[in-house]
């Protein structure tokens, strides 16, 4: 006590030596808040590249490389190209620095002539919460995680491994590692603990091939959305063939359209495709009917689309992208094509009854391409992240960008028929919409005496949950075109505006806790005690 006082006295009345200790510490302590994290690369070369290379700058996250796991140094420099070693290990690898168009690489190699032993090889990143976006492509199919959630933990299924790309979106610095002649020592990442510090990802191999050669590449996207189109973009223009299947990539900014609105569509073209003439085909998907053709020009990394949402029935539509002047029958539905699924919801209500599809279902399903082939949940506790928000994509043979079960999984598209002839040959007007414009109260559950929640809607956010279960306990009336709903409840991150990722937070409905029911006898007006969706749902 008696050393604080002395100190708050010297405060009260402060020295111009205190001062200067004081502004001296302070700037100590700054100053070591501002070290750039350490790097094998940096250290290698040396700071006087540090300027004008991205993978020496500061800006890079903390990079070791290990032989038999022990740190290599730099052994012999010359220019743009360093020899490094290790302490007790066998091999020689030499690092080379090169620039080539946006691109920065650092390809290393065995030293030419050198022995060549199997001995662990290991890259050890640390990620500051900066680099908080990871993207990697896997069978066709585009799966991105962040390091950290919002509140700083890591999520438990992670799967990143060599050919991973990251992104520092606040300095818009993208990264990634590609091995060549050597297999990954693992193929997938599982749980993960932390953070007790910047987080470690350790990816190795065997240096046992002549021909091994790792490259470490960095970039600025002149993108920021789809900040990872320019690296497969230019692996398809190096390698044509590489990524067979996945150009165009077309991505919706939202699902649900009204008439009057303006909507933007991002399409990733194939590198040689740039300055082809196509165009934007949207179709009725129940009458088969086209509505709209949008004649456009493919640009490199990212074409950029505006289309005025016309007066167009409420409902589902699915869209493609054509060469201009193909002929289309929408009636035909190929699904080797390139497709994306919208709803159409009214600009007013203007009709008896709402249908809702469930299109957070749509997102956590495209993710993964089924429960088979997840890769973005851990366990059936959903306790996982998936990056479906942003473009929707399937894995393996469905390799589309469309929720396939409309189509295939549990023919949702009959459901849509039969509604649509059910309105016709009867004469109730249906509406459709999204669960995000539930959520958002764009549409209002309480303007239609009937709801219809389309099958397997698994997955809510906690506000159209809840906007649910008010309706319900207002005596709302809910019908479920199939079972398995409202079980999951998910989060959009970074944000419902911005939705990059779908995150899992928990089980709604489980096996210790399933669903209640309404006995068979009781009236069609009856409530249950609470006004909870998936137990006041009746099912006919």
């Known amino acids: 006590m008696e050393f604080t006082a002395g100190i708050m006295t010297r405060i009260d009345r402060p020295s111009v030596a205190t001062l200067n200790c004081w502004m001296l510490l302070l700037l100590c302590l700054v100053g070591a808040q501002a070290q750039p994290e350490r790097t094998f690369l940096r250290e290698a070369f040396g700071a006087d590249h540090s300027r004008e290379s991205l993978l020496l700058s500061p800006e890079m996250p903390g990079l070791g490389l290990t032989l ?5 140094a730099a052994h012999e420099r ?17 690092a080379r620095l090169s620039r080539e168009g946006g691109f920065e690489f650092c390809r290393i190699r065995h030293a030419p002539g050198s022995f060549v032993p199997a001995e662990e090889l290991k890259l050890i990143w640390g990620f500051p919460m900066e680099y908080n976006e990871s993207l990697t492509l896997d069978a066709g199919a585009l799966q991105g995680h962040p390091l950290y959630l919002p509140d700083g933990t890591i999520p438990p299924a992670h799967f990143v491994n060599w050919g991973t790309l990251f992104y520092n979106r606040a300095r818009n610095l993208a990264i990634g590692t590609m091995p060549r002649g050597a297999a990954p020592a693992a193929t997938r990442w599982g749980r993960r603990t932390g953070p007790t510090g910047p987080t470690q990802l350790h990816f190795w191999t065997l240096t046992g091939s002549p021909d091994l050669e790792l490259t470490l590449f960095a970039w600025r996207p002149k993108e920021q959305r789809l900040w990872w189109a320019e690296w497969y973009q230019e692996q398809e223009r190096r390698a044509p063939g590489s990524h067979p299947g996945l150009f165009p990539v077309l991505s919706l900014f939202e699902m649900s359209w009204a008439p009057g609105n303006r909507q933007i569509i991002e399409i990733v073209p194939a590198p040689g ?69 919208l709803i159409l919801r009214p600009a007013r209500p203007s009709g008896q009854a709402l249908f809702v599809a469930p299109t957070d279902m749509w997102r956590a399903y495209a993710s993964n391409g089924g429960h088979a082939m997840t890769s973005w949940r851990d366990a059936w506790r959903y306790n996982s992240v998936g990056y479906s928000p942003t473009v929707l994509n399937t894995r393996y043979r469905r390799t589309n960008h469309y929720y396939y079960g409309l189509y295939e999984r549990f023919s949702d598209i009959r459901h849509y028929r039969f509604l649509r002839e059910l309105g016709q040959n009867d004469g109730l007007a249906i509406d459709y919409c999204t669960q995000d414009d539930i959520a958002s109260g764009r549409v209002r559950l309480g303007d239609y005496k009937l709801v219809l929640v389309g099958s397997h809607a698994e997955f809510t956010t906690a ?33 419902p505006a911005e939705p990059r990722y779908l995150a899992a937070r928990s089980h709604l409905v489980s096996p210790d806790r399933p669903a209640r029911q309404l006995p068979a006898a009781a009236p069609a007006a009856a409530r249950c005690a609470r006004g909870d969706a998936h137990h006041g749902a009746r099912s006919g």
């Open 68 to 72: 038999a796991n022990r740190p290599v």
């Open 463 to 495: 506000a159209c949950y809840l906007r649910f279960r008010e309706y319900l306990a207002r005596g709302g009336a809910v019908v479920i075109h199939g079972g398995d709903s409202f079980a999951v409840m998910v989060e959009y991150l970074p944000s």
């Open 273 to 341: 495709d740039a300055g082809r003439a196509m165009e934007w085909v949207l179709i009725d998907d129940v009458s088969g009917r086209v509505v709209e053709r949008r004649r456009f020009v493919y640009q490199l990394p990212v074409t950029h689309l505006a289309i005025n949402v016309g007066d167009w029935p409420t409902g589902l539509y699915r869209a493609t992208v054509v060469a201009a002047g193909q002929p289309v029958d929408g009636s035909v539905r190929r699904l080797s094509d390139k497709l994306v699924n």
């Open 78 to 94: 010359r220019a743009d190209e360093v020899a490094l070693r290790a302490p007790e290990s066998e091999a020689t690898l030499v």
